[in-house]
């Protein structure tokens, strides 16, 4: 009975390093309709810069704002000058474009920091013996990222919900030509959408640089896991970002514990689909109703 | 159509001719017959995702299942490589035909990750200890290396990669065939309702969930033959032989290339084939490239090309060929009395245009 709390505290633990990721990658489909392949290596870019500029200046939270600010121009510079060009064309062109940007941001990010993993600093509240809930041990840094998805995905629903700044980008996201037609800046809201979801991107890696190691290759493992979490809770949903990373994490674990680490994987991705099999739109996503 | 063919059978053997032994050799001849392969997965990828919109990023799952197939066919049961080449073909055919069935409920982003589940599992499964006694778990399957046979070589003085070559563009020539035919029949115009239109192609009396199932099972066995060919090509199959961004690529080809089209599929197939050889050429010739590090930098490179060529040919290359031609003056159902007007110059540019619309 303890291994299986503790298993699943774990599970918990790498579920809440996919729910981070998954969460970013909600923010942008909400208010662009984009699945970006380009989160993850977005992420580790910026995280990247947050290593250079926490190298320049060895204060983890001034670095940690610096790269939000510069994560913030990242975000809207691709925006501006890849996606805009391909956004009026067909439905599969944007996502080539963001695949398109994997390659340029992982060749880029070896060419600059070279490919063996470097030390990245973690906050000092994250540091010290991990936490004990009952017969399970939680490392901090994960209890850390755990809170830190909480609090994005309540700021994610307060802007999305209580804003008019996010009604309008839930109304240009659901209807570009009726959002502009009602007076919303439709590329001002779609540059917004990539200017906000690379900074939960950055705050993403930034937190799970010290668990994963800082390499050009940090996220490459955990986007797909995000994409099936986010794909499990529902896309459009912040919450479905979280339940579905717990519980993508946890599956793992147990899977990997109890049947097989051989099979791990697999059993993750047949337990996922067989949920989406009777949810087709994932745990919280709105059902798409067309009309003809 | 006939010196098309002429060139098509004389390929292999323009090496030995003076002025083609500088730019042709076997290794050519190799990579002509590698472009054969991806005619045909690209093809049915081009069924599945151009024709029918169902986007599949596992498209790669497929080719390797052929491969495994071919080879478990080939080295346990013995049968000789056409046999082995149909059977797997026909047998991924039908598991893409059953994994429609579940398909049949996703549709967009869930379809498209619920796809690329299948090629992140498969390396897992292909070495399960369960049946790593027909997969050969980590190492894979090596098949005996394609053998000519005598009367060719003694007759033809043909290699290995020439008769691979002739084996491949056959049926790559026949596959294309199908698929021309499949899409000018019922078949075809009715995965092009369902693209355009779910409702509207129910309304039609179309059985969406069986059209739906017959496009994954068809683009399958396209797959599947690619793969078996793949493997006849390179004899050895392993768990990493296709993976994830093999899967991806093959989409942004078929996107590059042009959708819903049959020269789609084949400019896809040309420029998967030459992709890494483009990006050399660029690398070598780039003015002040090793100021700027071209050579540690080929992934950037080629992802900027990517980026650039959707900007510039959102439709792919078959689309944009499509678009001149109709706007050309007295292209295709257009007058040909405005061509014949506009070629004479009676009018100024603009009224010969004017009539000519």
């Not at chain 1, 890849?82 to 941001?105: D, F, K, Q, W």
Request: charged fraction near 10%.
């Amino acid at each position: 009975m303890d291994q299986f709390i503790q298993q699943f505290a774990t599970g918990l633990s790498t579920g809440s390093l996919y729910a981070i990721i998954a969460l970013a990658l909600v923010l942008i489909y909400r208010s662009t309709g984009i699945v970006n392949f380009a989160q993850g290596e977005m992420a580790m870019f910026m995280t990247f810069t947050a290593w250079s500029v926490w190298n320049w200046d060895s204060n983890f939270w001034l670095a940690f704002f610096i790269t939000l600010i510069i994560a913030a121009a990242f975000g809207a510079l691709i925006e501006l000058v890849a996606l805009r060009p391909v956004e009026s064309g067909p439905v599969l062109n944007p996502i080539i474009v963001t695949i398109g940007l994997v390659l340029i941001l992982d060749s880029l990010a070896l060419r600059i920091w070279q490919g063996q993993p470097k030390p990245f600093p973690s906050p000092a509240m994250f540091k010290g013996a991990p936490l004990s809930i009952g017969p399970a041990d939680i490392s901090r840094t994960n209890v850390g990222v755990f809170c830190m998805s909480l609090l994005i995905m309540a700021l994610i629903y307060l802007f999305f919900n209580k804003t008019k700044v996010g009604l309008a980008m839930r109304a240009t996201a659901q209807d570009r030509v009726a959002g502009s037609l009602v007076g919303i800046r439709v590329g001002r809201m779609l540059a917004l959408g990539w200017v906000l979801s690379s900074m939960v991107g950055a705050v993403a890696g930034m937190l799970l640089a010290p668990t994963l190691f800082l390499s050009p290759t940090m996220m490459a493992g955990a986007l797909l896991f995000a994409f099936a979490a986010a794909v499990l809770g529902g896309l459009d949903s912040p919450v479905g970002a979280i339940v579905g990373g717990l519980t993508m994490g946890v599956v793992q674990n147990m899977a990997g514990t109890y049947i097989g680490s051989n099979i791990d994987i697999t059993v993750a991705f047949v337990v996922i689909i067989a949920i989406l099999l009777v949810r087709p739109r994932g745990l919280f996503g709105r059902k798409a109703i067309q009309r003809v | 159509m006939a010196a098309g063919l002429a060139v098509l059978i004389a390929f292999p053997y323009l090496y030995r001719l003076p002025f083609f032994d500088n730019y042709l050799s076997d290794f050519r001849t190799f990579q002509a017959t590698r472009f054969a392969i991806w005619i045909i997965v690209l093809m049915g990828l081009n069924l599945l995702t151009g024709y029918s919109g169902q986007i599949s990023l596992g498209h790669a799952a497929f080719v390797a299942v052929g491969a495994y197939i071919a080879a478990i066919l080939m080295k346990d049961a013995g049968l000789p490589v056409f046999a082995a080449v149909l059977a797997a073909a026909l047998l991924t055919g039908l598991l893409g035909f059953l994994i429609g069935a579940p398909a049949l409920r996703l549709s967009g982003p869930y379809l498209a990750i619920a796809t690329l589940a299948l090629i992140i599992v498969l390396p897992q499964i292909l070495k399960h200890p369960s049946i790593d006694q027909w997969t050969g778990g980590v190492s894979g399957i090596r098949i005996s290396s394609p053998r000519v046979p005598a009367s060719m070589h003694n007759n033809l003085d043909m290699n290995t990669d020439q008769w691979l070559y002739y084996n491949c563009m056959l049926a790559a020539l026949i596959m294309t065939a199908m698929a021309w035919s499949v899409t000018r029949s019922r078949l075809g115009r009715a995965f092009i309702a369902l693209r355009d239109s779910e409702i509207g192609a129910q309304q039609m009396g179309i059985n969406v969930s069986l059209y739906k199932m017959t496009a994954f099972g068809l683009s399958s066995l396209y797959a599947g033959a690619g793969g078996a060919l793949y493997l006849y090509q390179q004899y050895y199959v392993g768990p990493t032989s296709f993976d994830i961004t093999f899967s991806l690529t093959l989409l942004i080809m078929i996107v590059l290339g042009g959708l819903a089209s049959i020269s789609g599929a084949v400019f896809a197939a040309l420029i998967f084939t030459v992709k890494d050889d483009l990006t050399n050429f660029i690398v070598a010739h780039i003015p002040f490239g090793e100021k700027i590090g071209i050579e540690s930098s080929r992934g950037a490179l080629f992802g900027l090309l990517l980026i650039v060529s959707i900007i510039f040919t959102p439709r792919g290359i078959a689309g944009n060929l499509r678009k001149q031609k109709e706007a050309r003056p007295g292209g295709p159902r257009k007058s040909r009395i405005a061509a014949l007007v506009n070629k004479i110059g009676l009018f100024s540019r603009k009224e010969a245009q004017a009539s000519s619309d």
